[in-house]
């Protein structure tokens, strides 16, 4: 059995809802608020300046920007429970060790990465596609993720 950062599906719809709290503060996101996340992001890995509510940050942005996109393609909004068994389904196969080894600046470049990726494919396509899906997916696992080794390492920066 792989080492886990989640217990179950319950544990990542926990950190959801403090996403979601967030998430409602904030105006309505764009992709220029998410390529300001990175620049914020950058300047906080490079200087080992991490805290967990970066991570519900960029989440809430990401969440933002799913159910914008969504609303634009006529889809369903965003499904909390959906997304905490992909997460959860995902997590057991591929286990926390990968997380572990590089620890939470590894995590932040991965988001760093995966953020890159949304905006250089919105600025390549006029359309939302499910790439673009399934890579937003990914920051806000990732985000989840972070957050919770985050806390079970008490904020420590490994």
């Known amino acids: 059995m792989p080492t886990l950062l989640v217990k179950n599906e319950q544990e990542i ?8 709290q967030c998430m409602e503060l ?9 390529k300001n996340q990175i620049v914020e992001l950058r300047r906080v890995a490079a200087m080992s300046d991490l ?5 519900l940050g960029v989440g809430a942005t990401t969440l ?26 995902k997590h057991q196969k591929y286990g926390a060790e990968p997380l572990l ?4 600046l590894g995590i932040a470049m991965r988001l760093i990465s995966k953020i ?7 600025a390549l396509a006029t359309v939302y596609t499910t790439d673009d899906e399934d890579t937003l997916m990914d920051i806000l696992g990732y ?11 008490d904020g420590k920066i490994n």
């Not at 105006?27 to 998410?34: A, D, F, Q």
């Not at 933002?64 to 389904?89: M, S, V, Y």
């Open 64 to 89: 933002r920007l799913i159910d914008w996109f969504r609303g634009e393609n006529e889809q369903e909004l965003f499904d909390p429970q959906a997304f905490a068994k992909f997460l959860w389904d």
């Open 116 to 122: 890159n990726r949304v905006i250089n494919m919105q």
């Open 143 to 153: 985000c989840v993720l972070g957050y919770q080794l985050m806390r079970t390492t």
């Open 101 to 104: 080894e590089v620890g939470v």
């Open 51 to 55: 805290e967990p509510g970066h991570f």
């Open 26 to 34: 904030l105006p309505k996101s764009t992709l220029e608020k998410l």
């Open 13 to 20: 719809l926990d950190v959801l809802k403090c996403v979601i």
